[in-house]
Structures are given as structure tokens and as C-alpha cells.
């Protein structure tokens, strides 16, 4: 390994530390989500390996967990939450933006105590720093509708 990629991972770690604990565990539950839909495994064995890979940043132990348990724990109920949002169907998703809708959607749908525009943004900047170019705009899309739905009451000030 080069001098230089040893420098770029330290930075690349350096830049994941200094982020929100909450913001981590997103970005590593996106990961596992997304490494479950390539190569399906046990959430134990998922969930265990990321929060014992020392590499990984995953912030929020415990958050990180509630994420990814609650998402593959419910993937029929949050799937079937955004499916009626798309264009398309979910099968011709990019993988990383159906990671992200589904990290978003039972954000929205579990955790009332995290504000709508935090995971939306967070999702939108998830969907940025991960996805396809454009694809956040896409998962901002829908997100946002779905988010009108899932949180009615937070949206009109009530």
C-alpha cells in the first residue's frame, strides 16, 4: 500500500469522526443495508460485524442497531410505505438510493423524535456522498412525499 492511499484512508477516517455520532451510524447502517442486498447474511452476523470492524465509524451503537434491525426487521412494511412514491419499480432502483429510501422511510415512519427535515437531509446527503450522480435528488423526491404523509401533523406545525 502506497504512502499516499495510507494518507487518503486517515483522512477519509479523520473526516468520519469528526461527524455527528447519529450522522456515523446512518452512514454505517446504509453500508450494512446495502452489503445485505448484494450478499444476504444473518442480521446478527451483519450487525456484529460492522460494530467489530474497528475500520468502520459506527458512532451511535445503539442507534446504529435500532436502524438496521428496524429496517430489515419490517423490510415488507417499509418497502411497501415508499413503493407507492416511485416511478418505477423497486427492482430497477439503484442499490445505494433503495438503501437510503429505506434508511429514510423508517426513520420517518419509527422515529417521531428525529425532526422530518434531519432525515430527509441526512438522507439527501447519504444518497450524495454514496449514490449515483443525481440520485439524491430522487431520493429527496421521494422522501419528501412520503414524509408529507408519514408526518402530516410535525408538517403543519400542529
Keep these: 500500500m502506497s504512502q499516499e492511499s495510507v494518507n487518503d484512508n486517515t483522512t477519509a477516517t479523520a473526516e468520519r469522526k469528526g461527524l455527528p455520532v447519529r450522522t456515523q451510524a446512518r ?3 446504509l453500508q450494512a ?3 445485505w442486498q448484494l450478499n444476504p447474511s444473518s442480521l446478527v452476523e ?3 460485524q460492522f460494530i467489530n470492524d474497528p475500520s468502520i465509524q459506527v458512532g451511535s451503537k445503539e442507534f446504529f442497531s435500532g436502524l438496521l434491525q428496524g429496517v430489515l426487521n419490517n423490510l415488507e ?5 415508499f413503493v407507492g412514491a416511485l416511478d418505477r419499480p423497486v427492482a430497477q432502483l439503484n442499490p445505494v438510493e433503495l438503501s437510503v429510501l429505506r434508511l429514510g422511510t423508517y426513520e420517518l415512519m419509527a422515529m ?3 425532526p422530518y427535515r434531519v432525515i430527509i437531509n441526512e438522507s439527501i446527503e447519504l444518497a450524495k456522498t454514496f449514490g449515483a450522480e443525481g440520485g439524491h435528488a430522487y431520493v429527496n423526491g421521494v422522501l419528501d412525499k412520503l414524509g408529507k404523509t408519514l408526518r ?7
Design 152 to 158: 402530516a401533523t410535525e408538517l403543519s406545525g400542529s
Design 46 to 48: 451483519l450487525e456484529m
Design 77 to 81: 412494511t417499509v418497502d411497501a410505505a
Design 112 to 114: 417521531p423524535e428525529t
Design 33 to 35: 443495508l446495502y452489503q
Design 27 to 29: 452512514r454505517a447502517a
